[in-house]
């Protein structure tokens, strides 16, 4: 009993440090706010809006498990921190994550249960899995939109940017007067798979939250 309850707080413990890591996104660009949101808050956000866009749009699927997949989806950065795409490749963050993860669950009686939703989560191959990458990717496009509507971001000042300069962020900034829209145009590819997606991140470019 003492081990298995030692175990939990442990394992709490390590995803408590999920509340004080901030996501990277707003931080490239400059945010200019006192606070940021954490990834903590990120798998609040994202899991609240998976709830309202499963009820709004009448979607049928097993939402329980799309909640229990977002509650986990970010175990890996408790140890790998909130790695950006230009900082390593899709492979190499998948097994960065995989170790990680595995590092994580090692001492829970459910981490095979755990591990394998995980998978499931990153292979995207049921509708639950994209489901809940959909949610993902879309917070941080909401989180991004409303930082703009604040006033934390000026495109005209971005020093020490490490991806301003880049092909594909500069062709989405040319046609673009907003840091925020040119996120979501940056994402856009990834909701082609979804009319219900693509039409809310249109409504999310043409009008304040």
């Known amino acids: 009993m003492d081990k298995?309850?030692?175990?939990?707080?442990?394992?709490?413990?390590?995803?408590?440090?999920?509340?004080?890591?901030?996501?990277?996104?707003?931080?490239?660009?400059?945010?200019?706010?006192?606070?940021?949101?954490?990834?903590?808050?990120?798998?609040?956000?994202?899991?609240?809006?998976?709830?309202?866009?499963?009820?709004?749009?009448?979607?049928?699927?097993?939402?329980?498990?799309?909640?229990?997949?977002?509650?986990?989806?970010?175990?890996?950065?408790?140890?790998?921190?909130?790695?950006?795409?230009?900082?390593?490749?899709?492979?190499?963050?998948?097994?960065?994550?995989?170790?990680?993860?595995?590092?994580?669950?090692?001492?829970?009686?459910?981490k095979e249960e755990i591990s394998n939703l995980l998978d499931e989560y990153n292979e995207r191959k049921t509708e639950e899995a994209i489901f809940a990458y959909h949610c993902d990717k879309l917070e941080c496009d909401v989180q991004m939109k409303l930082y703009d509507q604040e006033g934390c971001f000026n495109l005209n000042n971005q020093p020490n940017n490490p991806i301003i300069d880049l092909p594909s962020v500069k062709k989405v900034l040319d046609s673009e007067s907003s840091i925020s829209n040119a996120w979501i145009e940056f994402d856009r590819s990834k909701f082609e798979d979804d009319p219900v997606f693509k039409e809310i991140i249109n409504w999310l470019k043409d009008n304040n939250i």
């Open 4 to 110: 298995k309850i030692k175990d939990i707080m442990s394992f709490y413990a390590l995803c408590s440090k999920l509340k004080d890591t901030i996501r990277k996104g707003p931080l490239t660009w400059n945010a200019n706010r006192k606070r940021i949101e954490s990834v903590a808050e990120h798998i609040y956000g994202v899991q609240m809006l998976a709830i309202s866009i499963y009820y709004q749009f009448g979607y049928k699927l097993d939402l329980n498990k799309v909640i229990y997949m977002l509650a986990i989806h970010e175990l890996e950065e408790i140890e790998i921190g909130d790695l950006a795409f230009y900082e390593t490749t899709k492979e190499d963050k998948l097994e960065k994550g995989k170790n990680a993860t595995d590092l994580i669950l090692k001492d829970l009686i459910g």
